[in-house]
């Protein structure tokens, strides 16, 4: 079992900037794959970015590519999304993901909300 805790989200202008973490817990979680999605209203839970606890392997959806930034603290065993540039399109509840093989464990989700 790997628990997961999202913070950070909250309302922003449009072009500000939001960090949000997860910390992660529980059984050989170092040996998962961290991922962010998120889902608007009415949308499909979309893949934002992922990342080794390494650190050495990141990826990004072409819509965050450049301004989102995926980073490891594993001395705090937390997981960090900084979000610059925010768009109003950004908004939506952010979920971090462990995957390994057949296995994924969510956490609660955060709400992001970007005012135009």
């Known amino acids: 079992q790997v628990q997961l805790v999202e913070s950070g989200g909250g309302l922003v202008q449009a072009g500000g900037s939001l960090r949000l973490s997860c910390a992660a817990s529980?059984?050989?979680?170092?040996?998962?794959?961290m991922r962010w999605f998120r889902q608007a209203p009415g949308k499909e839970r979309e893949f934002v970015a992922n990342i080794s606890w390494s650190g050495r392997s990141t990826g990004y959806a072409d819509s965050v590519k450049g301004r989102f930034t995926i980073s490891t603290d594993n001395a705090k065993n937390t997981v960090y999304l900084q979000m610059n540039t925010l768009k109003p399109e950004d908004t939506a509840v952010y979920y971090c993901n462990a995957h390994r093989g057949d296995n994924d464990y969510w956490g609660q989700g955060t709400q992001v909300t970007v005012s135009s």
């Open positions: 529980g059984r050989n979680f170092s040996t998962y794959r």
